[in-house]
């Protein structure tokens, strides 16, 4: 069988495929463009604002238990009588603003001066302390709604700073910073040294501090937010109020430990004997 072409059919065909070739270029031109532009606004986005952060170096959740001596501190399980625990709780130097905008810039820097900053008490509340207005609300939100960005005229920030000091029979081991319950959204220093950011208000947070502390004295310094892009979630009825609602401690561990455990009882098939099974993770650093 023959075929015949046009003759002008090759002119056509490199005609079609300049023009594909060209939509492709400007295509691919505009994708890279998109990811530039994408990466450009991830990183002018505050973490309380950005849907896909939510934590940055925390330790993963796990069930919480204490190091303690002996079996009998174990099992009485009375935080204070462990060596391995230091409590937080007290006054705290604090420093309240209603917008992000007028928060101290470099509060956590060595050298800065908090003297002349209030007293706050943790656990505590910013509201019922002075700072801040309670708000109780059931059936909507109690900021404008425009997921997942928070009106910056009106998202009040906490500051807080205090030292601590480490026993000189916790060196060698690991520290870690436990926050019973925190804050919409808050970021952590030590010695000046950025530690992390968690995004949580009524469930525990954790950091790894040993790389940041020192023998001796230690600063720590919280910067936190009253609303985050995680309060679209809490649209439940109870009342909002800021602050530490739990114990903030540091507790310290041997290198290698139990991390986390998983306690299971159960049955047999005759239902007259007790089945016990447990899972536990170690970590070894």
Excluded at 9 to 24: G, H, P, Y
Excluded at 82 to 108: C, I, M, R, V
Excluded at 176 to 205: C, D, R
Aim: aromatic share 18%; charged share 25%.
């Amino acid at each position: 069988m023959k075929r015949y072409f046009h003759p002008n059919s090759r002119f056509i065909i490199n005609v079609f495929e300049r023009v594909f070739f060209n939509k492709m270029k400007k295509l691919y031109q505009i994708t890279i463009a998109l990811f530039i532009i994408h990466g450009i606004i991830q990183a002018q986005t505050p973490e309380w604002e950005n849907p896909e952060i939510f934590g940055i170096n925390k330790e993963p959740a796990r069930a919480t238990a204490l190091p303690y001596r002996n079996e009998a501190q174990a099992t009485a399980d009375i935080y204070s009588d462990s060596p391995y625990y230091q409590s937080l709780e007290g006054t705290w130097k604090f420093n309240w603003h209603k917008k992000p905008a007028d928060k101290p810039e470099g509060f956590y820097k060595k050298g800065y001066d908090v003297s002349k900053w209030d007293n706050i008490q943790v656990p505590g509340n910013w509201e019922l302390q002075g700072f801040g207005t309670p708000i109780y609300t059931n059936i909507t939100y109690p900021h404008p709604k425009n997921p997942p960005y928070i009106d910056h005229k009106d998202n009040p920030v906490g500051c807080y700073v205090r030292d601590f000091t480490i026993p000189k029979d916790w060196e060698g081991r690991r520290v870690y910073l436990h926050f019973e319950s925190g804050l919409a959204a808050m970021y952590i220093w030590v010695n000046g040294q950025h530690v992390g950011y968690s995004q949580v208000t009524k469930s525990p947070a954790e950091f790894d501090i040993t790389p940041y502390i020192r023998q001796g004295k230690n600063t720590l310094a919280i910067e936190g937010y009253r609303w985050s892009d995680g309060s679209y979630l809490e649209d439940q009825d109870f009342w909002r109020l800021s602050g530490f609602d739990r114990n903030v401690y540091l507790y310290c561990t041997e290198h290698i430990r139990i991390r986390d455990f998983f306690a299971k009882g159960d049955l047999d098939h005759s239902y007259k004997n007790g089945l016990f099974s447990l899972d536990l993770t170690l970590r070894n650093y």
